[in-house]
């Protein structure tokens, strides 16, 4: 770490502390919306899909932005956080947010394939022996989706990493408080003679990018060998 200087390490901390928080608090809701989407039918089930779907469809700053109407002092989710000391906007924990939101829609779909590809038989045979809806995802099928669940998280902690428009439109980029590596690669390029840094930037970036990806194949791998039983 002795070739990064000072900003450039406080670039990277930020943006594994932010991808870190934003894998960790849409894990849950990503497993419940997958399970969701490949086993239940429902009225609006394609409206949910569709939604979860709607961040890589839209230009990262208008996601931003909605996140800004939303979440911004005056928006009207903003407005109740705020009268309970809770402020996202311009914060870190709004880059977590916008980030979060960002991975999701891949989070969703490698888990939901995860669960697609176990055997419903599976889960009622558990039924058939009493055990509970909760107790038979408990003990059945979320060991078996397990390493989807891992390759999810991967491969969202990577698109967490990696994201710049919606989070530079929502939080703007503040240096040591929301300057995460993409919106730092950016800042550099913006001033004489960072061309040096951007660059070591932009390298640690593809590090951790084709690093996600490796894991997130070989986790594929090992999902469905266990799912065929071999």
Known sequence: MDWLGPAEIGALKLSLRVSFWATLATLPFGIFVAYALARWRFP???VLNGLVHLPLILPPVVTGYLLLLTFGIQGPVGRLLGEIGIVVAFRWTGAALAAGIMAFPLMVRAIRLSIEAVD?????AG???????AMVFATVTLPMILP???????LAFAKAMGEFGATITFVSNIPGQTQTLPSA???FLQVPG???AATRLVIISIIIAMGALLLSEYVGRRAAARVAGT
């Open 120 to 124: 419903p038989k599976l889960e009622q």
């Open 127 to 133: 039924a058939t022996l009493g055990a509970s809806r």
């Open 148 to 154: 989807g669940v891992t390759a999810g998280a991967i």
């Open 44 to 46: 609006g089930r394609q």
């Open 185 to 187: 690669v950016y800042a």
């Open 194 to 196: 960072g061309e040096a």
